[in-house]
């Protein structure tokens, strides 16, 4: 690093250029990280756009002062241009700490898109990048070692003279044979640490999730408790008390014939009381669901589910269950698709919970039936290894909620866009779509959500998902023909879903459901 060019590198041989291309890979280093650290967040504070702004300002002007005093370098003696790399080093280090106090608060309480996913690449590709690393670790490694021995006799060129036994230059050859050796060291050193690593990964397969997991549930609705009355409870309650039988039969004596009337079952919403069914009313009416659309989705699903079972894609489906209490009898198929209904039966029957101005009947809305369904997840290297073939792959998924006593069954609208850009894809790339049809008027909601910019808004979006292409959407039938077991409608749906993916050899498919609390869930399948 003395004088003011090295008598054999030229140029190359002055320390400020190893400053200055060591102080702009760390800067550009660190800036990968702060890429790393933000790639799966989004800031929420109104402040962000101007805080980014204001970071590769930051960044800009340390690799200008890096580059110009790298550049000065060259025209200043040796004992000025060591002083430079304090400069140099400031800059790059200053840059970090504010664009890191600036970074913290801006992406604290940010809204996560999901786990980042890595790309993949063919197995040759990644054959090239390990002998990329290991040829420009091999090559700067001669290099160094061919500079440090071409030194002339010198510690520091012009001040310091190297008066030492060792003080010759090597020949390239012995230089490359050192190289060489230290190089496979390191990796091997490299490679027994990821070895290491993989030992302790292998260790928490169960704790972290990769283990295979069975996902499903069952309900069974023909079998739902039936509840007394609160005055018929209040009696055996006291008679259960009572020490003497004059007691207990006084405790009888107060039941009245109102007290025998049972509480009827109803699937209400416990934060507001309100019914699934009345909350699709609403939802109806806020909007503008007319009744004969409603009736033509329904129609729709019942034909679609009948052309399913008819051809056996549905069937295909079914594990048979034999019916007690015998047992000598086997279901093969769902009994409550209607082949046979037109949408003239379906207008002649009565709304249910809104007798006078509803729109919601027992013909456009799912029936609560029995059922069981389950999928099985794993990981894609743990389906290789226990020799499964998949027949999709989550792409992506989101939840989103919004208050029960606004539009209970909406949410699936503000989870789906997310889910969408997650995934990195559009309603339009999606091959099928398969929503969950709690009642006729819900699933129209939400179509009409997908296409609202009120909607998108809310979901945090500028543009709405768009309009769903009806061919698409629910082509086996939905839960208003199927019926909608509770525990078991999601693992239906998904398995339906990405069996037509297969027989079609599409590869997207979106499914959406809607659920208690107001919350919603969608998801991205793929089938590569």
């Known amino acids: 690093m003395g004088g003011t060019h090295h008598p054999v590198l030229g140029l190359l041989g002055v320390m400020s250029a190893k400053n200055t291309a060591v102080n702009l890979m760390i800067l550009t280093t660190f800036l990968s990280y702060l890429l790393y650290r933000r790639a799966n967040r989004i800031s ?10 204001v970071q590769w300002l930051i960044l800009a002007v340390a690799a200008a002062v890096v580059t110009f005093y790298g550049v000065y370098g060259y025209f200043v003696e040796s004992i000025v241009r060591i002083g430079f790399s304090v400069y140099q080093v400031m800059a790059v280090l200053g840059a970090i700490v504010f664009v ?56 520091v060129y012009g001040v310091m003279q190297d008066t030492s036994p060792e003080a010759v230059t090597p020949a390239l050859g012995y230089a490359a044979n050192m190289i060489t050796v230290v190089t496979a060291v390191f990796f091997a050193l490299v490679l027994f640490i990821f070895w290491l690593g993989g030992l302790g990964e292998r260790g928490r397969a169960e704790a972290d999730g990769r283990a295979p997991a ?49 509480v009827t079952p109803a699937i ?21 669901i007319p009744r004969r659309e409603q009736d033509a989705l329904a129609l729709q699903s019942h034909l679609n589910a009948a052309a399913g079972t008819r051809d056996g894609r549905l069937t295909a489906e079914i594990a048979p269950v034999y019916v007690p209490p015998s047992y000598d009898q086997a279901m ?57 073939q998949p027949l999709a792959f989550i792409r992506s998924y989101a939840y989103a909620a919004l208050d029960p006593g606004e539009q209970l069954l909406q949410a699936p609208v503000l989870a789906a866009p997310v889910a969408l850009q997650r995934a990195g894809l559009t309603l339009k790339d999606m091959d099928l779509v398969e929503m969950h049809e709690a009642f006729a008027a819900q699933v129209l909601s939400n179509l009409r959500g997908f296409e609202s910019v009120h909607w998108a808004e809310r979901a945090g979006f500028r543009e709405p998902v768009g309009a769903v ?15 909608h077991p509770f525990g078991a409608t999601g693992a239906r749906i998904t398995t339906t879903l990405v069996n037509e993916l297969a027989r079609r050899g599409a590869q997207f498919g979106l499914m959406t459901v809607c659920a208690a609390g107001g919350l919603g869930f969608a998801m991205v399948v793929e089938r590569r």
């Open 44 to 53: 929420t504070r109104p402040w962000a756009a101007r805080g980014m702004a």
């Open 100 to 155: 890191m106090a600036i970074d913290i608060p801006m992406f604290r309480g940010a809204r996560a898109t999901g786990s980042i996913r890595w790309g993949t690449i063919a197995p040759r590709s990644q054959y090239v990048l390990i002998l990329l690393a290991v040829s420009f670790t091999w090559l700067m490694g001669l290099m160094g070692f061919a500079r440090s021995g071409i030194r002339q006799h010198w510690h």
């Open 214 to 262: 069975i996902a499903g549930g069952a309900e069974s609705l023909s079998a739902v408790p039936i509840l007394h009355s609160r005055g018929f409870s209040d009696v055996l309650v006291a008679a259960a008390k009572a020490k003497t039988l004059g007691q207990r039969l006084g405790a009888f004596a107060r039941l009245r014939p109102r007290d025998f009337i049972p």
């Open 268 to 288: 209400a919403e416990p934060t507001t009381g309100e019914t699934m069914g009345q909350s699709a009313e609403k939802m109806a009416k806020l909007n503008q």
């Open 332 to 388: 093969t198929e769902d009994n409550g698709i209607r082949s046979d209904t037109n949408l003239e039966a379906l207008a002649a029957l009565r709304p249910v919970f809104d007798r006078r101005y509803g729109s919601v009947t027992a013909g456009n809305a799912s029936p609560l039936t029995d059922g069981g369904a389950a999928v099985l997840l794993m990981r894609e290297d743990r389906a290789a290894a226990l020799g499964y």
């Open 469 to 483: 292409d009806r061919a698409r959407l629910n082509v086996l039938g939905g839960s208003i023909a199927i019926g």
